[in-house]
């Protein structure tokens, strides 16, 4: 069974522009999350999407924004970019919409802000 | 404010003997943990996890013990393996509301020395 992918894996981009990353979850797995990771915040949630519905969200500025499509592939996009956007992004799948299952995180895509 | 903390934020032990990762948690609404590993450059690995209706967990050489009263988990590897050098992530979750959104500690970077 594949893994969870992400792409691009490395990415480099200047402050104001926008960007998208995407993610395949595991075939079957139809809830995908968003993490960050950077070394100050740690691993923080920023939103997970079960049947193309944004079901959770966490505490990040209206500039990150996510969708999933119908076969459960998933797109996060971060407009106007800061240099604190510099982080890992990674993304997780799961079957269902419970953390009673486990998730399977992706190797995540390195975004550098210059 | 951070709900899930790891004080240590590295531990160095011998090859064969006790590993002990800490984690402590303030909020009363989470009822899952885990437990993840994580490699440089890949994403997190799952390990271990605690439902909040019990007080441990074992899978091989992994264990997980839970005080709901202390509101403080640990991850114990016994024998240590060079193998196991890595950085160890402490999650938490309010499944019943929360769904798949995990809040994780900042990590503990684990190095078994030969």
């Known amino acids: 069974k594949a893994g969870v992918t992400q792409t691009p894996r490395y990415l480099i981009k200047t402050r104001g522009q926008q960007v998208t990353l995407s993610c395949s979850p595991i075939?079957?797995?139809?809830?995908v999350s968003w993490y960050q990771q950077t070394p100050g915040q740690g691993l923080q949630f920023l939103f997970e999407?079960?049947?193309?519905?944004?079901?959770n969200k966490g505490n990040f500025p209206g500039r990150f924004s996510g969708r999933q499509f119908s076969n459960s592939r998933s797109e996060m996009n971060v407009s106007t970019l800061e240099l604190g956007d510099s982080a890992l992004y990674l993304c997780?799948?799961?079957?269902?919409?419970?953390?009673?299952?486990?998730?399977?995180f992706g190797p995540g895509t390195r975004l550098t802000v210059l | 404010d951070q709900q899930v903390k790891q004080n240590s934020p590295s531990l160095s032990v011998q090859e064969g003997r006790i590993s002990i990762l800490n984690c402590d948690y303030t909020?009363?609404?989470?009822?899952?943990f885990l437990w993840y590993k994580k490699y440089p450059a890949e994403g997190p690995t799952f390990l271990i996890s605690?439902?909040?209706?019990?007080d441990k967990n074992e899978d091989g050489r992994f264990t997980v013990f839970l005080n709901k009263s202390a509101k403080h988990l640990s991850l114990h590897i016994v024998p240590s393996q060079p193998g196991d050098s890595a950085v160890y992530f402490c999650a938490a979750s309010d499944s019943k509301n929360a769904g798949n959104m995990l809040t994780f500690g900042g990590g503990t970077r684990l190095m078994v020395k030969p």
């Open positions: 075939s079957g797995h139809r809830s």
């Open positions: 997780a799948s799961n079957r269902l919409p419970s953390s009673y299952n486990e998730q399977f």
């Open positions: 999407y079960f049947s193309e519905t944004q079901r």
């Open positions: 909020n009363s609404m989470f009822d899952y």
């Open positions: 605690i439902s909040s209706i019990k």
